[in-house]
T-cell receptor
C-alpha cells in the first residue's frame, strides 16, 4: 500500500511569488490535512479537507489556501510569498479525519529567498 | 488558547535505559492523544495513540501513560536503542465529527547513546 506522496520535495521561490504544493493521500483515505513545520513554531495546523470540502482552518492568513479533488488528492497554494513562509509543509491523510490515525508524507521543503 | 506543552526539549539516554517524555494539555475536550516519531528528512510517523478512557497503552517497547485529572500524558520507551534516536512529538485532538487538526507539542530531541 503506497504511502502519502508529496511533490515536489524541495522548492526555492522568490518573495512575492506564489507556489502550489501537491499531496496524494493513501488510497481510500478521504481526509487530507496540511501542516507547517518550522524550528521556532513547530507543527502548526493549516487546514483539513474531506470529500472536497474544507472542514477546518488554522490560524494562518488568507494567502494560504487549498483544495481537494474528487480523487482525494489535495493541493495547497501560498500566494505573495514571504521569507517567513520558509518551512517544511506536511500533509497527512486519514480515513475520516484527524481523530483517527493520520499518516504523514515526507513533506515539501519550501525556501523563500 | 489550546496548547500542548512538551518536556524535555532534549533528552540523552544510555542504551538500554528508559526514555520518558511528558506532555500536558489544557483543553479538557481533547480526547485523542497520539505520539509521533520523526527522523531527519522524514515526515512524522504515528507511533502510538491513546484515548482518555484508558490510563495506559503499551505497544512493544513503547507505553503511553495517561492521567486525565492532571491533564497529562507521557511516553515511555523501554530498553531504548540507538535507532530510537529521533524527535518525538505529542499531540492532542478531538474524536467524533469534525476536526480542528491536531495540536502538537514542540517536540523532544531524543539521543540514545550506545
Amino acid at each position: 500500500k503506497a504511502g502519502v506522496t508529496q511533490t515536489p520535495r524541495y522548492l526555492i521561490k522568490t518573495r512575492g511569488q506564489q507556489v502550489t504544493l501537491s499531496c496524494s493521500p493513501i488510497s481510500g483515505h478521504r481526509s487530507v490535512s496540511w501542516y507547517q513545520q518550522t524550528p521556532g513554531q513547530g507543527l502548526q495546523f493549516l487546514f483539513e479537507y474531506f470529500s472536497e470540502t474544507q472542514r477546518n482552518k488554522g490560524n494562518f492568513p488568507g494567502r494560504f489556501s487549498g483544495r481537494q479533488f474528487s480523487n482525494s488528492r489535495s493541493e495547497m497554494n501560498v500566494s505573495t510569498l514571504e521569507l517567513g513562509d520558509s518551512a517544511l509543509y506536511l500533509c497527512a491523510s486519514s480515513l475520516s479525519g484527524m481523530n483517527t490515525e493520520a499518516f504523514f508524507g515526507q513533506g515539501t521543503r519550501l525556501t523563500v529567498v | 488558547q489550546q496548547q500542548v506543552k512538551q518536556s524535555p526539549q532534549s533528552l540523552i539516554v544510555q542504551k538500554g535505559g528508559i526514555s520518558i517524555i511528558n506532555c500536558a494539555y489544557e483543553n479538557t475536550a481533547f480526547d485523542y492523544f497520539p505520539w509521533y516519531q520523526q527522523f531527519p528528512g522524514k515526515g512524522p510517523a504515528l507511533l502510538i495513540a491513546i484515548r482518555p478512557d484508558v490510563s495506559e497503552k503499551k505497544e512493544g517497547r513503547f507505553t503511553i501513560s495517561f492521567n486525565k485529572s492532571a491533564k497529562q500524558f507521557s511516553l515511555h520507551i523501554m530498553d531504548s536503542q540507538p535507532g530510537d534516536s529521533a524527535t518525538y512529538f505529542c499531540a492532542a485532538g478531538y474524536s467524533g465529527g469534525g476536526a480542528d487538526g491536531l495540536t502538537f507539542g514542540k517536540g523532544t530531541h531524543l539521543i540514545i547513546q550506545p
